[in-house]
DNA sequence: GCTTGCCTTGACGCCGACGTCAACACCTAC
DNA sequence: GTAGGTGTTGACGTCGGCGTCAAGGCAAGC
């Protein structure tokens, strides 16, 4: 099988392809023309890979459940360097999705902070004798 | 005040500080040696920008804040348009946390799956009488 | 012969938020 | 005088994962 049609059974490019074969991650064999050519064991490898990244991993970090396919291992992750990819990007994502949570409720905070100033300004602004509005409120107004 | 300083008192760089002028968000003063010249105010403005900037807001969607600072109101979420892009960021966040959740479940149980895998492997190898190690199983035998 | 379609390599573009370097001007201190 | 610290503009570099274009080769179909 040639690059396009690997790409098409992959759902991706030619480019990446080649990309990922610079970076020596899915080196291709070449027919008698220079072209690349590929088989269904690389079609797994390279499935392997976008799998992966489709979960946020780098590139990089795909490169061992790769490497362990092609040492004839059963799945890309039946090796220990995968599981410490695995491990250590569960933990990357525990951090990350910490600080966001905790950015979602200080954001959500300053959002409620700022909708019930707002409410207060609206209000006083319509006390009969009140303050006299001091400007024009961000467009509240009208 | 100048450029060294204000970056300094809002823990930033000169290079950050003319970015923001390029873009025009922090546009700035020039005296008579064609320095840039800020104020107490600007360092408002800047804050405003840093916080936001560190909460993961873009540098686009720190502006109408700014100009709601500008504008002369009490605080950048003052403005209808500040409180829209914290909803939109909230929107956001709750959709990238909730993605990063289902992954961080996803290769939790991948990582589950593929320890129970290996320790079948390893505890089918000690079985006396059992099948003969296959390969060397990547590394976990020695 | 000519177009179409697949392939090749090489190289630049993109995104955001700056970092870094070059080359220069100015002021102060020693 | 000169070294150091401040400022200026301009322009290229960074990071990852490709997209996109250029220029060319080779085969099949009309």
Chains 1, 2 share one sequence.
Do not use: N, W
């Not at 390279?46 to 990244?53: A, G, H, M, S, V």
């Not at 092609?70 to 799945?75: L, N, Q, S």
């Not at 905070?109 to 019930?116: K, S, Y």
């Amino acid at each position: 099988m040639r690059i396009g049609e690997l790409a098409a059974r992959a759902g991706t490019t030619t480019r990446t392809l080649r990309y990922y074969e610079a970076r020596g991650l899915l080196p291709a064999r070449r027919d008698d023309k220079g072209h690349r050519t590929y088989d269904e064991g690389d079609l797994r490898l390279l499935r392997q890979i976008r799998t992966l990244q489709d979960f946020g991993f780098d590139l990089e970090e795909t490169r061992p459940f790769v490497e362990c396919l092609r040492a004839g291992h059963p799945e890309g992750d039946s090796c220990p360097a995968s599981l410490l990819v695995y491990r250590r990007k569960l933990d990357e994502l525990d951090a990350l999705i910490g600080q966001l949570t905790a950015v979602r409720e200080t954001v959500a905070g300053q959002l409620r902070r700022a909708e019930r100033a707002r409410d207060a300004l609206a209000a006083e602004a319509l006390v009969p004798g009140g303050p006299e509005p001091v400007c024009e409120l961000g467009g509240l107004t009208r």
